[in-house]
């Protein structure tokens, strides 16, 4: 029960944490500029071109991997030899039964309920 909740608060924060990144959507634009272009018509700056990507793909990577062994650790728990306490013996099955007694003040015998316990 422990893993499932667990399992599930992970997938809660990876799923959350892909629909966080997406830019909210514009119905118009208020100052009638189109998209793209800066303050008084200028025309978009030059695109620079990044050629870093592969370190960034590596990052990804690996923050992935670091973050799936810290998630495995913690699902794990302690993976030790552990100590169960034998359970404890069943209780005593007891009864009463209507036995013959001798009576100790004249030498008779009268019925009394006894507990009897195996």
Known sequence: MKKMALYAVVAATTFSSVLA???PAMAQYYD???PGYGYRDQPPPP???HHND???IAGGL????????IGGAIANGNSGPRYIDPPPPPPPRCWFEDRQVQNAYDGGYHMESIRVCR
């Open 54 to 56: 592969g370190a960034v």
């Open 62 to 69: 690996a923050a992935g991997v670091i973050g799936g062994l």
């Open 32 to 34: 009638r500029r189109p």
């Open 47 to 49: 695109r620079r071109h």
């Open 21 to 23: 990144t997406t830019a």
